[in-house]
């Protein structure tokens, strides 16, 4: 049996990356031949595309250009990063389709489509694009979700019918949020599964062959703090600081604002490709970060973390959907509540990894279900 999947994966974005090759991964163990569909996500956005440096002074001026040139060196090797891992690791169909009519028009065949993971169903990026919802592919297909996520609790009405129509279609759907659960229920009348994001089937051991460690040989708080969901700042950097000061050990920005760039005490790093995403994870002493799959990492890695959201309700409610589901909501922390103590970064994880195991196994109890309906 030939699968194809539809995921994004052509966005320089460490998690849309990794979780197409753990998808990918997993489904290979499981004895099938897959390949990810080489659809070029049409409402992709960058990730750091937010510069912002609040830079006035002649001085920290000049100082801006050399960092804009260091900035823009390092994000061509990112780029040069994210693509020769994609060519090196993810099997990609041999056509690419650039639009959702190209797809349409003139769809790829397999036996079974999985759609899955990350924000495939989130409504803000797709808008009418119904190609994650695997409208393109032959009626008699078999169609499976697999934890398809719409990173928010609702769905706009003027969406409700493309999705309706097109979910009543697949033969087996799991989310990757319990808000998820709720929606896919409301649309369609049907209960899906809750399952673990992709990259949490792959176990810290798998992951850590493949991760390549920086250089850096001093204790180090990783921050990965992203601003499309919500605006972090001034509080994520006022956080890091805090930590600095308590711990001692040196802070490392990962893609950061311009301006986050410029605080003392900070390395900047803007080449990590996939592999050395992991790597900075992997090694470093404290992750502090906005980010869901930087959240998902760490607590795979079973380092001392805080996952940072936002202070007001949230349409965003990935990271705390997965932390109450391994029990680490110790480990959240809302934009400008009072400054955390020292037994946050101490986590026990042993209670995690017994749930972890437990729900990694049941999710792909799923899969290999869905693929043998």
Not at 304 to 315: G, N
């Amino acid at each position: 049996m030939t699968i194809g999947i539809t995921t994004i994966h052509r966005i320089c974005n460490y998690g849309s990356a990794l979780q197409a090759y753990a998808l990918q991964q997993c489904i290979s163990k499981l004895g099938y031949d897959c390949e990810v569909i080489d659809y070029i996500y049409p409402n992709s956005f960058h990730l750091d595309a937010r510069l912002s440096t609040g830079l006035t002074n002649s001085s920290l001026l000049r100082r801006a250009k050399n960092a804009i040139a260091d900035f823009l060196t390092q994000k061509s090797k990112r780029e040069e990063r994210f693509a020769e891992f994609l060519s090196r690791h993810i099997k990609l169909s041999p056509n690419r389709y650039e639009t959702k009519e190209a797809i349409r028009d003139d769809p790829p065949f397999y036996d079974t489509y999985i759609t899955g993971s990350d924000q495939v169903w989130n409504p803000r990026y797709m808008y009418e694009d119904p190609t994650f919802l695997l409208e393109f592919a032959p009626l008699d297909a078999r169609r499976i979700a697999y934890a398809a996520s719409f990173g928010d609790t609702r769905i706009d009405s003027r969406y409700a019918g493309l999705y309706q129509r097109n979910l009543r279609t697949f033969h087996a759907i799991s989310v990757r949020e319990s808000q998820g659960v709720q929606i896919v229920s409301d649309l369609i009348g049907v209960k899906p599964s809750h399952v673990l994001d992709p990259t949490m089937l792959l176990s810290a051991t798998e992951w850590k062959r493949l991760a390549v460690a920086p250089k850096l040989r001093r204790k180090y708080i990783l921050c990965y703090f992203l601003g499309y969901a919500f605006n972090p700042l001034p509080y994520s950097d006022d956080l890091a600081e805090h930590v600095r000061r308590i711990t001692g050990y040196e802070l490392v920005y990962l893609n950061p604002w311009l301006k986050s760039a410029f605080l003392p005490h900070v390395k900047a790093v803007y080449d990590a490709g996939p592999r050395e995403f992991l790597g900075w994870i992997e090694n470093a002493e404290i992750v502090l970060t906005t980010s869901f799959h930087g959240t998902a990492f760490a607590a795979n890695f079973n380092r001392p973390f805080l996952s940072l959201v936002d202070d007001a309700p949230s349409l965003d409610c990935r990271q705390i959907s997965l932390l109450n589901e391994i029990h680490l909501q110790s480990q959240l922390l809302r934009k400008n509540s009072l400054w955390p103590e020292c037994s946050h970064f101490s986590p026990d994880f042993s209670e995690a990894n017994k749930i972890l195991e437990n729900v990694r196994c049941a999710s792909v109890d799923f899969l290999r279900a869905a693929l043998q309906l």
